[in-house]
Structures are given as C-alpha cells and as structure tokens.
Nanobody, 116 residues
C-alpha cells in the first residue's frame, strides 16, 4: 500500500511538502520516489531515493525539489520550493525493488495546483 498526502493549492513562489507512507517488505521498498503527470502530458520522474539515501532527480527540478525518506517509518517526502505554475500536476508516490516502475506499486496521487 502506498498513500500520498500533502497536496493542495499554493501560489507561485511558495512551498509544499508531500508525504508518502508505504507498507511492504524492505526489498519492495528499496526504491521510493515521486512522479508527476500534468494534464495532457505523460507521467514523468520527479525524484527517487533508495534506502541507502542515493537520490536521482529530474534535471529540470534539481535545486528546487528535495526528496528524503525515513526508513523507520517507510515514508518518503518531497519538499517543493519556489513552485511555478508549470509544476501543477498530480503527484504520484511509487515504491519498488528496482528503478523499473512496472515492478513497483503506485499511490493514487495527490493534486498540486500552483496559481500564478
């Protein structure tokens, strides 16, 4: 089970923090990450992190977004700063044993709307 929280409406330049709690074996939660899908666009990687703390970000989001996790709580966070209207999307949490998304589990998504 993967469940997101923390989405909402924010003005451009503002910040939001998303949280995602997951359940499963340590292997199934080795990778946790965030993806997003804007209207009319494909789902894209935002960032992912391993249990060891190795991170990978979409190049366009480096410096504004920060991913972190609490392994004891099986929870991953996404701190989003300096938000832009183009960040408006449904943000999905994902967890899996590999970076290959089809091997993992998705949350239902949380809407983030950035107003100009």
């Amino acid at each position: 089970l993967v469940e997101e929280s923390g989405g909402g409406l924010v003005q451009a330049g503002g910040s939001l923090r998303l949280s995602c709690a997951a359940s499963g074996s340590a292997r199934s939660l080795y990778y946790m990450g965030w993806y997003r899908q804007a209207p009319g666009k494909q789902r894209e990687l935002v960032a992912r992190i391993t249990t060891g703390g190795d991170t990978h970000y979409a190049d366009s989001l480096k410096g504004r977004f920060t991913i972190s996790r609490d392994n004891a709580k099986n929870t991953v966070y996404l701190q989003m700063n300096s938000l832009k209207p183009e960040d408006t999307a449904v943000y999905y949490c994902w967890a899996g044993p590999s970076y290959i998304t089809m091997l993992g589990s998705w949350g239902q998504g949380t809407q983030v709307i950035v107003s100009s």
